[in-house]
């Protein structure tokens, strides 16, 4: 398995509160995704990095923000949590752009 | 709008069967095609095809690209209970920094003893 941790593995809150989910990589790898899954969507990318500082929107990245200071580490923020935003988070990296991403085990994200 | 779309939603089959999964796709920019297994935890790759008519292979799993038809196949021979599983098929097109992936909803395979 590449080397990815997510942190926490299932959190409960409310809406309306800051949430901080966070990916760390031991492989080095320079390209960073975070997806959500949801039933009848399939995964969808929400923002990703291709380097540290440097962050671009995916397909659904309205209510979230990222931030990259360093190689390892890939922060997902959802400023003010709302109840849509309930869902599965991966994280995934790639050594390369078109390389083959890998995915870490998962968040378990749900806003009451 | 970029779509993949998988069929069938769901399948169950007893242990030893051969099943065909598809999965079609329009994307502008496309690069490649990916094959995902997902258990009850995240996604594990099985296969990228980047090019037509050539048949990647891994033990029992196979899966073959046409891009004149824009569709992909995944076959498992002699099922067991252990491939069941989400299997999710994913397009990669060129989109600015990187390679991003569009996924299809998946077909959930269910193996009986």
């Known amino acids: 398995d590449a080397g990815i941790t997510q942190s926490p593995r299932h959190k409960v809150t409310e809406t309306g509160t800051p949430v901080t989910l966070r990916c760390h990589q031991t492989?080095?790898?320079?390209?960073m995704y975070w997806y959500r899954q949801d039933p009848g969507h399939g995964l969808r990318l929400i923002h990703y990095s291709y380097g540290v500082k440097d962050t671009d929107k995916g397909e659904v990245s309205d209510g979230y923000s990222v931030s990259r200071s360093k190689t390892e580490d890939f922060l997902l923020t959802l400023e003010s949590a709302t109840s849509s935003q309930t869902s599965v988070y991966f994280c995934?990296?790639?050594?390369?752009?078109?390389?083959?991403?890998?995915f870490g085990p998962g968040t378990r994200l749900t806003v009451l | 709008e970029d779509k993949v779309v998988q069929s069938p939603l769901s399948l169950v089959v007893h242990e030893g069967d051969t099943v065909t999964l598809n999965c079609s796709y329009e994307?502008?920019?496309?690069?490649?095609l990916l094959w995902y297994k997902q258990e009850k935890k995240a996604p594990t790759f099985l296969f990228m095809l980047t090019s037509s008519g050539i048949e990647k292979k891994s033990g029992r799993l196979s899966s073959i690209l046409d891009k004149k038809e824009l569709f992909s196949i995944l076959n498992i021979t002699a099922t067991q209970t252990g491939d069941s599983a989400i299997y999710l098929c994913?397009?990669?097109?060129?989109?600015?920094?990187?390679?991003?992936?569009?996924f299809g909803t998946g077909t959930l395979l269910a193996v009986q003893p």
């Open positions: 995934a990296i790639s050594e390369a752009a078109t390389d083959t991403q890998y």
């Open positions: 994913a397009s990669s097109f060129y989109g600015g920094a990187t390679n991003k992936l569009i």
């Open positions: 994307v502008t920019n496309f690069r490649s």
């Open positions: 492989e080095n790898h320079r390209y």
